[in-house]
């Protein structure tokens, strides 16, 4: 399959999976940063350290921005919902589970259609109730996913770069993932 098909396969997979929104940008607007990484390290989100699919585990950003740069075209894909408060966990957490289980599935489609992606989801992997690390090797190596902000993306400025936006308005919460080809 040559490189338009490729793409044209990708853009496919992404309509019948249903993301709310989905842009485009060159790979060659993505630029890792140290600042994000350093956030990961702040132990905010509490996964650093904790997980096969977080740092330190995943290796430097600059393995990231290699990884990027041999990729030409990014697809950046949101599920995108409507909250009925601000406070509306619910709604929150469904996206996000969401998010996870349609970039984990137009994963596994490009992989059976043998298109080679870099695929980086939204968030922590979360396929086992508890990670094996770092006493047991990864249970799902095959289906692990590392998160744009832990391989040093600002999710903000990927969003910007491909033309849509990161927050979509009062009351609506978004999750982002990018896949490149
Ligand atoms: S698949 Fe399981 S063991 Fe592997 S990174 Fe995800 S949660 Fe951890």
């Given amino acids: 399959m040559d490189t338009e098909a490729q793409i044209a ?3 496919q997979l992404i309509d019948a999976i249903g993301f709310e929104d989905c842009g485009t940008c060159p790979a060659s607007d993505l630029a890792v940063r140290a600042d994000v990484r ?3 390290a702040s132990g905010k989100c509490r996964m650093y350290g904790h997980s096969w699919a977080c740092p330190p585990a995943i290796g430097g950003i600059e393995k990231y921005q ?3 740069d041999q990729r030409r075209t990014c697809f950046v894909v949101q599920t995108v919902r409507k909250l009925e408060d601000e406070f509306d966990g619910e709604t929150m957490m469904s996206a996000e589970r969401e998010q996870k289980a349609r970039i984990l599935k137009l994963y596994r ?3 059976a259609a043998g298109i080679d992606t870099l695929v980086l989801a939204a968030g922590t992997c979360t396929l086992c109730e508890t990670c094996s690390y770092p006493d047991a090797p990864c249970r799902h190596p095959e289906s692990r ?4 902000e832990a391989a040093g993306l600002l999710v903000y400025q990927v969003c ?3 033309g849509i936006p990161y927050n979509h308005g009062p009351l609506t919460i978004a999750y982002t993932s990018a896949v490149l080809l």
């Fill in 9 to 11: 396969t990708v853009k």
């Fill in 38 to 40: 350093d956030m990961c």
């Fill in 66 to 68: 290699k990884l990027i």
């Fill in 109 to 111: 489609r490009l992989v």
């Fill in 145 to 148: 996913l590392v998160s744009m």
């Fill in 160 to 162: 910007e770069a491909a």
